[in-house]
């Protein structure tokens, strides 16, 4: 029955709207981000105008990217008392989980998408169709400045970019995945949108004013306003995230009966 369900929420899904919409997020986001970055510095190598490109616009957007990814059709659902009337079909436990799963998961491949696309266009469209970005090689004395996930660059530019596009993905899924479960739970739809944003930019605020930078949400997720950090840095927020999101199904699950549907 959930895999019949997902199959039609999937389907669901795919309206033009939010084609469009999807479309907007992994090519004409990283195009906006990538015009301000492309000209007036030099670079060394592809991977350089990928980082500068991913940390110009997209860190301040991120926490509402995730949510406008799928839940306005969750939160349309919600106020046209569509749900209630799907109780007669489907469980309604099946289908939270589905709307759950189905967050997760184009949540996760459009925010992977966007990544990946970025990285193609910074590495083999600009170099040979467009080529406005000045490229120099390292003259005596020059360093490549290293940010947190360079680590992985050792191991060659894809395992590095792979590695980072996950990692920021997982993030993204993460924070959807709280908006979605306060949703559930919460009178107000727009106060469950906006944690994820407060938490992100709060905790940001927060971190840089005790002097702890190199554990707030934007320097852990896009790490390139900071010099390289040990990987474990970057799990602390992750970790207060996942645990905020344990005790949110906690409650889901135990207060079935004043799911907001």
Known sequence: MISRQFLIEFKRSFTHKNLLKWLGIILL??????LP????YLYFQPVDVFQ??????IPMLFPVLVVFI???SFL????????TYTRTRVPLNYYILVKGLMNALLTGFIILSMMFFTFIFVTFIEPNFIQIVDYSPPLPGDHEVNVTFSQFLEYGTWT????????????AIVYSTISFLLMIILKKSFVAISVPFLFYHVFNFVSGVFGIAQFSPLSTVFPFNIEQQEL??????????????SILYLIVIRNK????I
């Open 29 to 34: 986001l990283p195009l906006i981000s990538f």
């Open 37 to 40: 970055v492309s000209t007036g």
């Open 52 to 57: 500068e490109t991913v940390g110009f616009i």
């Open 70 to 72: 799928y839940l306005p």
């Open 76 to 83: 349309q659902e919600q106020k046209n008392h569509f749900i």
């Open 160 to 171: 590095y970019v792979l590695v980072y596009s996950l990692w920021v993905t997982l993030n």
């Open 232 to 245: 474990w840095t970057v799990f602390v927020p992750l970790g207060i995230l996942l645990l905020c999101i």
């Open 257 to 260: 009966e004043d799911w907001m």
